[in-house]
C-alpha cells in the first residue's frame, strides 16, 4: 500500500473510533494488522502536525483532517481510474499491434505490387507519347505527299482538257 492509502486508513479508524476515546496504544492494536508500529507513528505525527487530529488527545478528527480524509480518497479513486485508463489503453494497444503485424505483409506486397505497376504504366505512357509524335511527323508528311498527289492530278486534268477531244473517236 502507498502512504495515501495507509493515511486513509489511519484516518477512518480515527473517525471511527472517536467516540471510544481510545488512547494511542490501544488505537494501535486496532488497526496493526494493516499498519506497522514505524508508518503508524510517522503518520501519527505528521497528522498532529498538520492539524489533522486534535493537538491534546490525539483522538478526534478535526475539521481539516475530515476533509483531508475525502481529499485523499478522492484522490486514491482517480489514481485507480488512471491506471485503470492505463491498463485499458495498453490492452488495446497490444490488439492494435497484433492486428498491425497481421496485416503489415499483405498490405505492403500490395503497395510493392501498385507501385511498381504504377512505374510501369508511367514508363509505358511516356514511350506511347514518343510513338505518337513520331506518328504526327509521319502523318504530316503523308498530308503534304497528298496534296502533291492532288495538284498533279489537278494538273493532269487541265492539260488533258487543253487537248481538243478526237473526233475520230467517237466514229
Sequence with gaps: MNDKELKIIFLKRKLESE???LNRDDFFE???DEIGWRKYNEINSESVRNSLLDAQ????LTELG???LSTLESDVKQEFKDKEAVRKKLHNDSKLSDWQVKTFWFLFVFGIFGGLY???DIIK???KEENVKSKQITKEEMESELS???TLILSRKKDSSSIPPNPEKGK
Design 118 to 120: 504504377s512505374g510501369y
Design 125 to 127: 505512357n511516356l514511350t
Design 66 to 68: 475530515k476533509s483531508t
Design 57 to 60: 488527545t490525539h483522538t478526534k
Design 19 to 21: 467516540s471510544k476515546k
Design 30 to 32: 486496532l488497526i496493526k
Design 148 to 150: 502533291k498527289l492532288r
